[in-house]
C-alpha cells in the first residue's frame, strides 16, 4: 500500500525556537495532505488542509502564523512550528491523498513527537 | 457539529479472549465509517470501513456492522491475538468533505 513517512519522528526544543516537520509521500503524488495535531487521550485534530502549489486551509482556531505549512511538491509537505512555547508539546500526524482516490482513502504518516523545553 | 465518541481504554485481555470496543457517532448527514489501528511506531493503517448503513466491515478477524438506528459501529473480534495489540481509532468522513473526525483512540493490549 501508498506509505507516508515523516521526520524527524521525535523532536525536542528548546522554547522560542522554530522547529520543522516534514511529510513525504514515497510512492505517490500526493495533491492534498493533511495536519492532524493529537493531544493526550484526545482526538486527532485536523490542523489544516495543504493543497500542492497552493496556501493552506487552516482550520478555525489554528493560529497559521504560528503553524506555517508548505506543499511545495507533489510528495512533500512540511509543517514548521515558530516561536515554540511548551503547550505546543504534541503529537503531529500528517495524511496523503493523491485526486485519483476517493476522499477517504488517505494514508497517514506515522507521527512526529514534538516535546517543547 | 460531527463526531465520534469511542470506549476509553486501555483495555487489557487474555489472548483469544473476545473484543468489543464501542463506537458511536453523531454527524448531520450520512457518513462512512472506519476503524484505523496504529501499532507502535507506526502510522494509521485502514483496518476497516462502512460506506453506508448496514454494510459491514471486515479484515483480520475484526468486523464491525454501520447501525443508523442506534448511530454505532462497534469493533469485534472473537479471538484476539497478542500481535492484536496496539491502538485503535474509529472515525467518520462525511460524503462531500475532506476532513476525518477521529474518536479518541483505545489502547487494547493483549497478553499471552
Known amino acids: 500500500g501508498a506509505v507516508v513517512s515523516q521526520h524527524p519522528s521525535r523532536v525536542i526544543c528548546k522554547s522560542g525556537t522554530s522547529v520543522k516537520i516534514e511529510c513525504r509521500s514515497l510512492d505517490f503524488q500526493a495533491t492534498t495532505m493533511f495536519w492532524y495535531r493529537q493531544f493526550p487521550k484526545q482526538s486527532l485534530m485536523l490542523m489544516a488542509t495543504s493543497n500542492e502549489g497552493s496556501k493552506a486551509t487552516y482550520e478555525q482556531g489554528v493560529e497559521k502564523d504560528k503553524f506555517l505549512i508548505n506543499h511545495a511538491s507533489l510528495t512533500l509537505s512540511t509543517l514548521t512550528v515558530t516561536s515554540a512555547h511548551p503547550e505546543d508539546s504534541s503529537f503531529y500526524i500528517c495524511?496523503?491523498?493523491?485526486?485519483?482516490?476517493?476522499?477517504?482513502?488517505?494514508?497517514f504518516g506515522p507521527g512526529t513527537r514534538l516535546t517543547v523545553t | 457539529g460531527d463526531s465520534v465518541t469511542q470506549m476509553e481504554g486501555p483495555v487489557t485481555l487474555s489472548e483469544e479472549a473476545f473484543l468489543t470496543i464501542n463506537c458511536t457517532y453523531t454527524?448531520?448527514?450520512?457518513?462512512?465509517l472506519f476503524w484505523y489501528v496504529q501499532y507502535p511506531g507506526e502510522g494509521l493503517q485502514l483496518l476497516l470501513k462502512a460506506t453506508k448503513a448496514d454494510d459491514k466491515g471486515s479484515n483480520k478477524g475484526f468486523e464491525a456492522t454501520y447501525r443508523k438506528e442506534t448511530t454505532s459501529f462497534h469493533l469485534e473480534k472473537g479471538s484476539v491475538q497478542v500481535s492484536d495489540s496496539a491502538v485503535y481509532f474509529c472515525?467518520?468522513?462525511?460524503?462531500?468533505?475532506?476532513?476525518?473526525?477521529f474518536g479518541t483512540g483505545t489502547s487494547l493490549t493483549v497478553i499471552p
Open positions: 454527524a448531520t448527514g450520512y457518513p462512512s
Open positions: 495524511s496523503a491523498r493523491s485526486p485519483s482516490v476517493r476522499a477517504y482513502e488517505q494514508y
Open positions: 472515525a467518520l468522513i462525511m460524503a462531500t468533505g475532506n476532513q476525518f473526525y
